[in-house]
């Protein structure tokens, strides 16, 4: 299967961070000795974040605290 095929279907099926995922292991090749089923699981790994940092920011936004935390300042 084509790769452009492919990426315009997980763009209509919402999967944005597979997208990003398949496009950046096309892009290099310390992918290529991954067997199709790491590969596949690095792309659901990376979806499954997208959607838990998407649910943990609106959740963060909805909050509306009062404190905005420091980024990178310990």
Same mark, same amino acid.
């Given at each position: 299967?084509?790769? &452009?095929?492919? *990426?315009?279907? *997980? #763009?209509?099926?919402?999967?944005? &961070?597979? $997208?990003?995922?398949?496009?950046?292991? &096309?892009?290099?090749?310390?992918?290529?000795? *991954?067997?199709?089923?790491? #590969?596949? &699981?690095?792309? $659901?790994? #990376?979806?499954?974040?997208? #959607?838990?940092?998407?649910?943990?920011?609106?959740?963060?936004?909805?909050?509306?605290?009062?404190?905005?935390? *420091?980024?990178?300042?310990?």
């Amino acid at each position: 299967m084509l790769s &452009g095929p492919t *990426l315009e279907k *997980l #763009r209509a099926l919402k999967l944005h &961070g597979m $997208v990003k995922a398949f496009e950046q292991q &096309g892009a290099s090749s310390d992918f290529d000795p *991954l067997s199709f089923e790491e #590969r596949l &699981g690095l792309l $659901v790994d #990376r979806e499954t974040t997208e #959607r838990e940092n998407h649910r943990l920011h609106t959740r963060l936004k909805q909050a509306k605290l009062r404190h905005q935390a *420091l980024h990178g300042r310990y």
